[in-house]
């Protein structure tokens, strides 16, 4: 999964993943914790549970985001990631 995805790939707040309802071209609507997730190093997908299309994702903060959020516990973890590369 890259950040070249095409557009029509719905960008999720994380916020949003139990209450913002999604719909897939097929008529499927249900949240992101409804469809069936999928992790990878760059984020979360939702797969619909009908016809197995993405319909929404949620990208990982990158390290800079975490760095630059001034939240000591994200600066941590952002660290901590740095490191295991
Ligand atoms: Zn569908």
Do not use: Y
């Amino acid at each position: 999964m890259t950040k070249d995805n095409p557009g029509f790939i719905q960008n999720l707040n994380p916020r949003d993943r139990e209450t913002k309802i999604l719909e897939c071209d097929c008529g499927w609507k249900g949240t992101f914790a409804e469809g069936f997730e999928t992790w990878d190093d760059d984020g979360e997908s939702t797969v619909c549970p009908r016809c197995l299309s993405t319909v929404a994702q949620i990208w990982f903060p990158t390290i800079q985001e975490m760095l630059d959020s001034g939240d000591p516990s994200e600066v941590r973890h952002a660290e901590l990631r740095d490191s295991a590369h």
